[in-house]
């Protein structure tokens, strides 16, 4: 099994701040990676996809990188709607499993 | 537009079966390369993916999970029925559906793994 690993698990932040998370997996994925926004008490939201491919109408200040093995996730300038937990998941094979998360919260 | 809905018990006793139904609306699951799939959020915690069933009828299951789970779809009636089996309180969560997307060319179909559409959520409780 793949399984990923994201860091850090909590990232305190201020609005206007730059923020990255890495994702790692455990084996090679290409390319085969998406990340996913949850809010307290809402269903996760697709951001990325393929990487780096922002979903339809997701902000621009949302991006990806990376490909193999290594992630991630920056948001270039942090506002007050983007306070919430941050998921990775790969989709190379039929088993499409999660990072542990990280929560971003207010610093 | 394209919606999911969660449905089914929100308690169920210790050593049930818990039967949790999906149902859709605005895509087919038995055309253009789209599934359906199954993802539980313990409170508190991380996600975790459960299985998916694509537009031909496979299924696929976390390997962890995978001697208690079934999934299943009638196409008919646009839905996709998981049970789990031996249910246990650390089995207490919030279970998602969501949709896979894809798509179908004039000789094969392939799906984009990502999940693009989630349902609201079911808080299933397992207490005695």
């Known amino acids: 099994d793949i399984q990923m690993t994201q860091s850090p698990s909590t990232l305190s932040a201020s609005v206007g701040d730059r923020v990255t998370i890495t994702c790692r997996a455990s084996h090679y994925i290409s390319d085969w990676l998406a990340w996913y926004q949850q809010k307290p008490g809402q269903a996760p939201k697709v951001l990325i996809y393929d990487a780096s491919t922002l979903h339809s109408g997701v902000p621009s200040r949302f991006s990806g990188s990376g490909s193999g093995t290594e992630f991630t996730l920056t948001i270039s300038s942090l506002q007050p709607d983007d306070f919430a937990t941050y998921y990775c998941q790969q989709f190379n094979t039929y088993s499409k499993f999660f990072g542990q998360g990280t929560k971003v919260e207010v610093k | 537009q394209v919606t999911l809905r969660e449905s089914g018990p929100a308690l169920v006793n210790p050593r049930q079966t818990l039967t949790l139904t999906c149902t859709y609306s605005?895509?087919?699951?038995?055309?253009?390369?789209?599934?359906v799939t199954w993802v539980r959020q313990p409170p508190g915690k991380a996600l975790e993916w459960l299985a998916h069933i694509d537009w031909d009828g496979d299924q696929y299951y976390n390997p962890s999970l995978k001697t208690r789970l079934t999934i299943s779809r009638d196409t008919s009636k646009s839905q996709v029925v998981l049970t789990m089996t031996n249910m246990d309180p650390v089995d207490t969560a919030t279970y998602y559906c969501?949709?896979?997307?894809?798509?179908?060319?004039?000789?094969?179909?392939?799906?984009?793994?990502?999940?693009?559409?989630w349902g609201q959520g079911t808080l299933v409780t397992v207490s005695s």
């Open positions: 605005g895509f087919s699951l038995n055309a253009d390369g789209m599934s």
């Open positions: 969501a949709r896979i997307p894809g798509q179908c060319s004039p000789s094969i179909c392939s799906s984009f793994g990502y999940f693009d559409f």
